[in-house]
């Protein structure tokens, strides 16, 4: 996707409820949504609805990801690690995602394709996410730049 496109489609969606677009989404992302949703209901997790998707939290309320539904994709913010100075910690999870997504994932806020997460859903949800909020509840323990736990 061209970067004009996804901004005209930004646009286009910011105006739209999370509901409306999972409406008109292709059946692979309705599947997805359905599938993280009762992932989430079963892990004692929340969502909150955002201009371009939906954020996770844990049952803690800490910010995890955000499935944007338009963009098909999950996006794994990172930046919270780089601003604490852990670029060793970031860079080996955007290695982690790569493998999700099958290519090299290095910017700050990472964004998988739903394709590659479906194709290892219990590695990504079970494994690499538990992990990722593990690095996040350290940093905050160390007390690096608090207030980067929460998106």
């Known amino acids: 996707m061209t970067s004009s496109l996804r901004r005209r489609l930004d646009r286009q969606t910011a105006q739209v409820a999370y509901e409306d677009v999972i409406a008109v989404a292709s059946p692979e992302v309705k599947s997805f949504a359905d599938r993280l949703t009762r992932w989430v209901d079963e892990h004692g997790w929340s969502t909150e609805p955002t201009d371009k998707g939906l954020k996770l939290l844990t049952g803690d309320g800490v910010y995890v990801c955000r499935f944007q539904?338009?963009?098909?994709?999950?996006?794994?913010?990172?930046?919270?690690?780089?601003?604490?100075?852990?670029?060793?910690?970031?860079?080996?999870?955007?290695?982690?995602?790569?493998?999700?997504?099958?290519?090299?994932?290095?910017?700050?806020?990472?964004q998988v394709?739903?394709?590659?997460?479906?194709?290892?859903?219990?590695?990504?949800?079970?494994?690499?996410?538990?992990?990722?909020?593990?690095?996040?509840?350290?940093?905050?323990?160390?007390?690096?730049d608090p207030g980067l736990g929460q998106a």
């Open 69 to 110: 539904p338009t963009l098909e994709n999950v996006e794994v913010d990172l930046r919270r690690f780089r601003r604490r100075g852990l670029d060793a910690v970031a860079d080996d999870l955007a290695s982690r995602l790569s493998d999700f997504a099958e290519a090299d994932l290095t910017e700050r806020s990472v």
């Open 113 to 144: 394709p739903l394709t590659g997460i479906d194709r290892r859903w219990d590695d990504f949800f079970e494994i690499f996410l538990p992990d990722y909020v593990a690095e996040v509840v350290e940093a905050d323990r160390m007390g690096l």
